[in-house]
Structures are given as structure tokens and as C-alpha cells.
């Protein structure tokens, strides 16, 4: 017999999963220890909770963000984690993808293929500016639509193939 959990307890217990993950891969701590995993801006953190969602719904079939949507207030994700195997393709940069791009909300995630060799894609967000499509890329700082050969909608914190 399963004992049946509260909305509060799944999103605990979530947040500790994603804590261990964080300190399992990343060797570290949260930047801000007062943020929630699943409402922080730090990337690492936030695939972390991802993670860890996924392996609640795997083991218990329990969504923790409709859970966490019960519980508080928090921001809707800035990823979402998308069903195993549905990986779009890479899009090049055309100009109707970059007039696409602009009207998108700020704060969309894309995959980022950059057009220099040896730089591997990384995720960004987009960034509204006057006349240019750009990208918010973290420790990247910001990267221009013209710096770009391919972009793919962000699914999933693995690496886009």
C-alpha cells in the first residue's frame, strides 16, 4: 500500500533529489541558498530540478511542478523537460527564423550552435534588443543572432545531438 504524499512533501522531496544531483555532478552547492531549485536562475541548479523531476514521475508517477504549482507562487519553468525522444532539429538561422525570433516572449530557451569551430552549443535565453536578435548565454555573456549558425528549441539539459 503506498502512502499517499502531500503536494508540500513531493515538492521536498524533489528539491532534496535535485540537491543531491547538484552535489553528485556539479561538486557544489546552489549559488543562492535561499533560492528554491526550482525557481533559480543558476542553470546548473535548474537541470538539477529538471532531473529530478523526471525521476519522480520515472519512480512514482508524481508531477513535481503541478505539485510546486499547488504549493506556491513560483515562476512558471524556463525549461520543461520534454517526452524522451522528442528532440527537434538544429535550425539554421534563416532570416524568417530571426523575424520568428523577435516576436518570441523574452526569456525563451534555445540550444545556441555558435558558427566558430571548437565552441560547443550552449543554451541561452532570448534577450530583447533594438534591431538584433540576441541570446542572454550566462557565463557566456550575451551572444548576437549574427555570432549563430543554429538555434533548437531547449527540451532537455543534455546536449542536443
Not at 544531483?21 to 546548473?44: C, I, N, V
Not at 534555445?110 to 560547443?120: D, H, Q, S, T, V
Amino acid at each position: 500500500m503506498t502512502k499517499k504524499r502531500t503536494e508540500q512533501q513531493i515538492v521536498d522531496q524533489t528539491e532534496a533529489l535535485a540537491d543531491m544531483l547538484m552535489k553528485a555532478f556539479h561538486r557544489r552547492e546552489k549559488a543562492d541558498p535561499l533560492s528554491t531549485y526550482r525557481g533559480t536562475q543558476d542553470t546548473r541548479a535548474r537541470h538539477c530540478w529538471l532531473i529530478a523531476c523526471e525521476i519522480q514521475e520515472m519512480l512514482t508517477d508524481t508531477d513535481p511542478e503541478n505539485a510546486a504549482a499547488e504549493v506556491d507562487d513560483a515562476p512558471a519553468p524556463l525549461m520543461k523537460a520534454g517526452p524522451v525522444g522528442a528532440t527537434p532539429a538544429w535550425e539554421p538561422l534563416t532570416p524568417e527564423v530571426l523575424a520568428r525570433l523577435q516576436d518570441e516572449p523574452p526569456r525563451t530557451k534555445y540550444w545556441l550552435a555558435p558558427k566558430a569551430r571548437g565552441l560547443m552549443p550552449c543554451p541561452g535565453y532570448t534577450v530583447r534588443t533594438p534591431g538584433e536578435v540576441c541570446f542572454d548565454a550566462g557565463a557566456a555573456g550575451l551572444v548576437y543572432a549574427s555570432e549563430l549558425s543554429h538555434i533548437q528549441p531547449f527540451i532537455t539539459p543534455e546536449l542536443p545531438s
